[in-house]
């Protein structure tokens, strides 16, 4: 745990940071500074928040900027920053972008807070882990993906709705990559107060239940539209955010690098975790049969085909 207040800065202003650090103050987690290459922006909407703390009780540092030295000495930077997929651009372009501004923001971050935990948020996901893995040189425990944490929410929420029972008696996971096909949603292991999921629902109704967890966030830009999740993906962030601050061992889901576990190597995988003070400090090895292990292991050579495709480290 850390002796002072600690300090989260978020790299990426847009709706999910903005989420991030509304959860944060609102929990009371952490200094806050908001990164965005908009000018303006950021700063407009750290001035707001911090406008709420009168209200809400929390005293707090909240810092807009278009810079990185009021960064310095971070204990969690979350990489949010990145380019949506536009009409005409391919995957492989979406890729390139993403992979040249996540390893432009890294150096900037880690260069100032050598110390820090990363939590990147662009997609394509697993990949972009990756990316700043290398480009950090941090070891891997250090640096980690949202991906199940925000995923098995919506697998809970959906199976809670089915039911008609609070989310906070069902325990459900989702491992694999970061995807709407490639995600895999264990409804082998989820359980309701305890009880399997599979004695209470009848198998198609399961079926259809993982069905709209892997489209979840897709669900979501359907309907609006015009943009996509923030709010449960700041609340999945400050999830987190937390448990590696004040250490609080939670096991979650977050992709992580396998060095065998799974029998992978070197490569950054949804699975379960520990989470606390010291990072990813722990790999949990679920038994995975038929077609969940057939899944994750497509999960796995998706993400190793768009490994591959990353342009050479700079």
Do not use: C
Not at 46 to 51: N, P, Q, T, V
Not at 72 to 96: F, N
Not at 183 to 211: C, D, F, H, K, N
């Amino acid at each position: 745990m850390v002796s002072r207040r600690a300090k989260v800065t978020i790299v990426g202003a847009g709706n999910v940071g903005h989420s991030a650090a509304h959860w944060m103050a609102a929990r009371r987690v952490a200094d806050i500074v908001l990164v965005d290459v908009v000018e303006g922006m950021p700063q407009g909407k750290a001035l707001d928040l911090l406008e709420a703390g009168p209200i809400e009780g929390f005293d707090l540092r909240i810092t807009g900027t278009n810079g990185y030295e009021e960064t310095e000495g971070s204990d969690v930077v979350v990489i949010v920053a990145g380019m949506a997929r536009k009409p005409g651009m391919s995957r492989e372009e979406l890729l390139h972008v993403n992979a040249g501004i996540v390893a432009d923001v890294t150096r900037e971050a880690v260069r100032r807070s050598p110390d820090a935990h990363l939590i990147v948020v662009t997609n394509p996901l697993d990949v972009m882990v990756y990316q700043a893995y290398r480009v950090s040189g941090f070891p891997p425990q250090r640096v980690m993906g949202l991906s199940g944490a925000l995923d098995s929410a919506r697998f809970r929420t959906f199976i809670a709705q089915a039911l008609g029972v609070s989310v906070q008696d069902v325990a459900a996971m989702v491992i694999g990559a970061h995807s709407d096909t490639h995600m895999v949603p264990l409804a082998s292991m989820a359980t309701v107060g305890g009880i399997p999921l599979r004695v209470l629902l009848p198998q198609e109704r399961i079926a259809a239940i993982v069905e709209r967890t892997r489209k979840g966030g897709a669900e979501i830009v359907n309907l609006l539209r015009t943009g996509s999740a923030f709010f449960a993906p700041g609340a999945a962030i400050t999830q987190m955010v937390e448990a590696l601050l004040y250490d609080r061992k939670r096991v979650l889901p977050v992709s992580a690098y396998l060095t065998g576990q799974y029998g992978v190597h070197d490569l950054f995988v949804g699975v379960p975790v520990v989470l606390g003070a010291g990072g990813v400090e722990r790999v949990l090895e679920v038994p995975l049969e038929g077609e969940e292990r057939a899944a994750f292991d497509a999960a796995v050579a998706h993400i190793r085909e768009n490994v591959r495709a990353l342009p050479a480290a700079a």
